[in-house]
RNA sequence: GGGUCGGUACCGUAGCGGCGAGCGGAGCAGACUGUAAAUCUGUGACAUGGAAACAUCGAAGGUUCGAGUCCUUCCCGGCCCA
């Protein structure tokens, strides 16, 4: 299973689908984060047939602390826990041992944590995550790696990447024996790789070099965009996707921004994830092909259009500027609602416009229009 | 008319002799990239200012080295009694 094929090149950007047990995922695509089960901002799966969604991503530790693994296994997995009906993929916990840095020791077996929750020692290595990510039963799970934050020295980034690869190889071992075991939810649960490095070109390269061939269901570029600038996350792309496999999906994991998903669709990546169109639609920064609204601005309180003309989605079929600033003005829970569901809409067809600039073969030059009208004053 | 409590930024308040006045909220602006985030950060007593006290605390006097803070009178408001 995991069968990936390329529909269309154009340059190096490609248009693909992924076939998994799930369902087909037509690439480039955005996945809606969800990560405690929930695309925050009330927006439910039911929801989320209507903005175009093809992925949700959970995260593995979130779940793990609660409601618990188990709970999620008793209840048939995450994707029947939620009601789910596109494919899921699991974050594995690695992201976290960047974001809570201060709560968390690593070592070779693994990383122990204090939970975020109640403060509650966790250990989780390797083959925790990938037990864990089995009992979500997610569609793909994410190899459990370290992420160095992008000023890290050259020094411990190196060390570091060693470490991944080494936990690479055991999450791939305990992958084949979960998927072999009888009770397990989904025996062909897929595994995505994830290459580290920081900015150091070389250290990208040698571990895309040293885990490309480790047959994989898909290869992530991680440890982007967590500091470093733009142009730094375009190089790094611009050497280290060559160096992964083309018959595998590659995912840029944790971006990001329009222009950002553009750029590096131009350099290959096919996969996408980014907490911005759900967390800054709560905070009222909405995004569309003219840039981006921040809607708390009194300049839309007499506003009546809709937060992006022409949009289809349930916010802007319905409702105005001035309303929507009102409800999060308010602290109405709606306001938030009708932003990030605008927002999910205008990144699920952003991908679909990418699939069918790509396939019309000429994404190169519609991307740097498209970045160009984002850039214009609303 | 008598008594009593109170008058501090747009609103609500702290303050009880060292305050060129604290805190909430509102307003205005910014930040967020595999979500510890419906969060967080700026911004307010006229502004600029050389630097030291040129009028911020209902108003005016007074006491004091020094008053939003104590005293007197007045103005305004709430409540109680006539």
Redesign the pocket.
């Known amino acids: 299973m995991g069968n990936y094929r390329i529909i269309k090149e154009d340059g190096r950007a490609k248009r693909g689908e992924l076939t998994t047990v799930h369902g087909v995922i037509q690439t480039p695509v955005f996945m809606n984060?969800?990560?405690v089960g929930a695309?925050?901002?009330?927006v439910s799966t039911e929801d989320l047939e209507q903005l175009g969604t093809q992925v949700v991503?959970a995260?593995t530790y979130?779940l793990h602390l609660r409601p618990g693994d188990d709970l999620v296994y008793r209840m048939g997995g995450i994707r029947e826990f939620m009601d789910c009906r596109v494919p899921m993929l699991t974050?594995?916990g690695?992201?976290?041992v960047?974001?809570?840095a201060?709560?968390r020791r690593i070592t070779e077996a693994g990383v122990t944590f204090s939970a975020?929750t109640d403060g509650r020692k966790i250990f989780m290595g390797p083959e925790e995550s990938i037990r864990i990510q089995s009992h979500l039963a997610s569609t793909i799970a994410?190899?459990f790696?370290e992420?160095p934050s992008s000023r890290a020295e050259r020094g411990y980034v190196e060390k570091s990447v060693d470490r991944t690869t080494r936990w690479l190889v055991r999450c791939k071992k305990e992958m084949a024996r979960m998927n072999s075991l009888e009770e397990t939810l989904n025996r062909e649960q897929l595994l995505f790789g994830?290459n580290?490095g920081a900015v150091f070109d070389d250290i990208r390269i040698r571990h895309a070099r040293e885990i490309k061939d480790m047959d994989l269901d898909g290869y992530?570029v991680?440890?982007?965009?967590?500091g470093e600038t733009?142009e730094e996350m375009y190089h790094v792309l611009d050497v280290t996707v060559p160096e992964l496999p083309k018959d595998k999906p590659t995912y840029l994991?944790?971006?990001?921004?329009p222009e950002?998903i553009l750029e590096a669709v131009a350099r290959g990546v096919d996969f996408f994830?980014?907490?911005?169109p759900?967390?800054?639609g709560?905070?009222?920064?909405v995004y569309t092909a003219h840039g981006h609204l921040?809607l708390?601005?009194?300049?839309y309180?007499l506003d009546n259009r809709p937060l992006e003309e022409g949009c289809g989605c349930p916010a802007c079929r319905r409702y105005s500027r001035s309303y929507i600033r009102h409800l999060l003005?308010s602290?109405e829970?709606l306001g938030?609602r009708l932003c990030v569901m605008h927002n999910l809409w205008f990144y699920n067809h952003l991908m679909s416009d990418i699939r069918a600039a790509i396939e019309a073969g000429h994404y190169h030059t519609w991307y740097r229009e498209r970045i160009d009208a984002m850039r214009e004053e609303r």
């Open positions: 984060v969800a990560t695309i925050k901002g009330a991503l995260n979130h974050d594995s690695g992201f976290q960047f974001s809570l201060e709560r975020h994410m190899a790696d992420c994830i580290q992530a991680g440890g982007l965009a967590v733009h994991m944790g971006v990001g921004t950002n994830d980014c907490v911005y759900t967390r800054n709560r905070h009222g920064h921040n708390l601005n009194a300049g309180a003005k602290g829970m938030l």
